[in-house]
């Protein structure tokens, strides 16, 4: 029983890392199609701080919601595990438990691209991509706040989510 709780964790280990490596480059992939002809790299490679602070953010936002996902995991194995991790049931737990975790990295992208792109739409005065691109740090923290904010909201869905599904 000991070795299987070890071989059980160390599965829920690699697939977190696996997840959380693909959520990452999602989340920094559509990041770049988010700001607007903002190259993030070189942006950073400069030393903008303030496409550090966007960056750092989704980076932080995603990691919540992936979080969230991989505790669904985790419930969906130990319930594959009480009922027989190759019975139906069983099979069906873990299955829902990975699509209750690629439906929250998906959930949190486009939660972030949608709060941003409202948040552009709301400070019409204040053109917030053009600003970062030019360092504003203020921006970027207000936009940063956004983006965790937006996160916070979106992990509470996710658990809500995991408490139905598995």
């Known amino acids: 029983m000991l070795w299987e709780?070890?071989?059980?964790?160390?599965?829920q280990l690699v697939v977190s890392i696996?997840?959380?490596?693909?959520?990452?480059?999602?989340?920094?992939?559509?990041?770049?199609?988010?700001?607007?002809?903002?190259?993030?790299?070189?942006?950073?490679?400069?030393?903008?701080?303030?496409?550090?602070?966007i960056v750092a953010s989704v980076f932080v936002a995603?990691?919540?919601v992936v979080?969230?996902?991989?505790s669904g995991i985790s419930v969906g194995i130990n319930k594959a595990l009480s009922v027989g991790i190759l019975s139906v049931d069983g099979l069906l737990a873990v299955a829902v438990a990975f699509v209750q975790l690629i439906l929250g990295i998906v959930l949190a992208v486009a939660a972030i691209y949608l709060a941003l792109n409202i948040l552009d739409k709301l400070t019409k005065?204040?053109?917030?991509?053009?600003?970062?691109?030019?360092?504003?740090?203020?921006?970027?923290l207000e936009m940063g706040g956004v983006i965790i904010a937006v996160a916070v909201i979106i992990?509470?869905?996710?658990i809500g989510i995991t408490a139905a599904l598995v």
Request: charged fraction near 15%; hydrophobic fraction near 55%; charge should be neutral.
């Open 125 to 140: 005065g204040v053109n917030e991509f053009e600003e970062i691109r030019k360092g504003n740090v203020a921006v970027a």
């Open 18 to 53: 696996l997840f959380a490596v693909l959520a990452l480059y999602i989340g920094f992939a559509v990041l770049g199609k988010i700001t607007k002809g903002i190259h993030e790299e070189k942006e950073l490679a400069k030393g903008n701080a303030a496409v550090g602070i």
């Open 5 to 11: 709780n070890v071989v059980v964790g160390l599965i």
């Open 67 to 70: 979080q969230s996902g991989v």
């Open 155 to 158: 992990q509470s869905g996710v």
């Open 62 to 64: 995603i990691a919540l």
